[in-house]
């Protein structure tokens, strides 16, 4: 197989394992861009071209699986030249090769749909920090024994030392019969100039950033904002009846714009974060379109006040949005009230989640000691959640300011 191969279609550290089928879990760690999807699906395909398989193409999300990975699979399906020869169902995100070979691509949000799938030979699992320990155990499963070659591959960026991944594979002995690739755009050479100055430009823009992106590795846990949270499926029983809140938190370039919505319930002081939508490189109208979409243009939402003309023009489009009233210290503030309640976040807002796995503390220069400011990273959904809960943050305020002359 490997001598009909032309090398210069593929990435050395691939090329070297492309028809070593020995480990069953291949671990593709990395900085953005190292060609770890690109590399680990050529492998696959080689291998179901090779002999008859059935590969689970899995995310978190369903909603996610056809602009990434699955246009990934028939880009390069097109490009060993058999993408006319395969039998492809969009509608179902179904593919079948030549030989029989078949790929099915799963959201893992429909657990009962995963579990009605059989006879799994390989599993690729992109983004694999999404799932939790859980999702990978249980896929783990479905892999039989028995079969020739399983194997399992999963890719990911090195998000954070909270993720399961850390533990999983990096603590302690390497699991067994488990093949650890660690790479970085310079393993990476088909990639743009310019791709490769924005990962280098982190390091003056993003430190922490600049180390798992750039750099492909797994950031120094700081003291946490927010150490503690459960994370799990919400069920609509247990927010019914509570209010709702939404936030908006503009980026454009280089950050995204995040849209984080939940419940409130004051009684039992705990916190809902229900859904998210995070992305980069969406101008007001995207934004507006997004939450009529969603559905979170009716209830009323809160937008960055340092944004008047962002939150008028979205308001424009049908969005029922307000500004935030931000004083001084508001970030402060709004950390403070949030961490007195109980945070429950839902397994499927995997932003916020990471961004939860991350935000930390600043440390003073000098000193080495933690200071009471957050790091300015990190934070795009956390910021979206202050909005979002603004009012509730405010009356806190407000009831202190009142207390303090009455001397209680
Ligand atoms: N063998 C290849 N031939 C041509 N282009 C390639 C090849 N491998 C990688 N690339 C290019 O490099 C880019 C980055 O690769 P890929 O998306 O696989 O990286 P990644 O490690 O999965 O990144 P991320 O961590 O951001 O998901 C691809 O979009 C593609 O343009
Ligand atoms: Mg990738």
Known sequence: MKRQLNPSAFNKWIYDIIDDYTHRIEVYKGGAGSGKSYGGCQKMILKSMKMKRRVLFVRKISNTLKASIWQLVLDLLSEVGIKEFCRIN???LEIELPNGSIFLFKGLDDPEKIKSITGITDVIIEEA?????DDFTQLNLRLRPKELFPQIYLF??????????????????????????????????????????????????????????????FATLDKLVFPIYEKRLISDDEITGLPKWIGLDFGYVNDPSAIVNGYIDEDNKKIYVKGEYVRKG???????????????????SYGDSAEPKSIAEIQRSGVNIEATEKGKDSVIHGIQWLQQYELIVDERCFKVIEELDNYSWKKDKKTGEYINEPVDTFNHTIDAIRYGLNKYIKGIRKAKVYK?????
Do not use: C, H
Not at 292 to 298: C, N, R
């Open 90 to 92: 969009k509608s179902d």
């Open 282 to 300: 969406m101008l007001n109208d995207e934004i507006a379109n997004v939450m009529i979409k969603l559905g979170l243009a009716k209830d009323k």
């Open 129 to 133: 920090t999404e799932l939790n320990l």
């Open 156 to 217: 990911f960026n090195p998000v954070s030392k909270k993720n399961w991944v850390y533990d999983y594979f990096f603590i302690g002995d390497i699991p067994l019969d488990t093949l650890i690739i660690e790479t970085t755009y310079k393993d990476n050479k088909f990639l743009t100039d310019d791709y490769v100055k924005t990962l280098n430009d982190l390091q003056y823009r993003n430190p922490a950033y600049y180390k798992i992106y750039t750099l492909g590795e």
């Open 404 to 408: 303090k002359p009455i001397g209680l």
